[in-house]
Nanobody, 126 residues
């Protein structure tokens, strides 16, 4: 069973940056899907970025250029760097993972993740 714990959220001003981290209870590698998601009040959960086949990142178009996903295999963490924060980034941010065979490119983007962290809140003021 995988366990995930997010950290790094908090309050920030528009234009600033935050770095979120997700500690995963196993080594990260290409055989596991990993990703960052967020959900704002009254809105559906959205995928932000995932680590796909061959450890390649995929980003949602709405955050491409501002968000950077990365994995640290030595620390067993999945990180999300958020730059140029806007009030619209205010949400609960979640990391998720799912083990198993990655069958083709894009698999982790459309995959249903089975293991989730409890979330870390990001609040951006103008």
């Amino acid at each position: 069973q995988l366990q995930l714990v997010e950290s790094g959220g908090g309050s920030a001003q528009a234009g600033g940056s935050l770095r979120l981290s997700c500690k995963i209870s196993r080594s990260t590698h290409s055989s596991i899907c990993m990703g960052w998601f967020r959900q704002a009040p009254g809105k559906e959960r959205e995928v932000l970025a995932v680590i796909d086949m061959d450890e390649q990142p995929i980003y949602d178009d709405s955050v491409k250029g501002r968000f950077t996903i990365s994995q640290n295999n030595a620390k067993n963490t999945l990180d999300l760097q958020i730059d140029n924060l806007t009030p619209e980034d205010t949400a609960m941010y979640y990391c998720a993972a799912d083990p198993g065979t990655i069958r083709w490119a894009g698999w982790c983007w459309r995959h249903d993740y089975g293991y989730w962290g409890r979330g870390t809140q990001v609040t951006v003021s103008s």
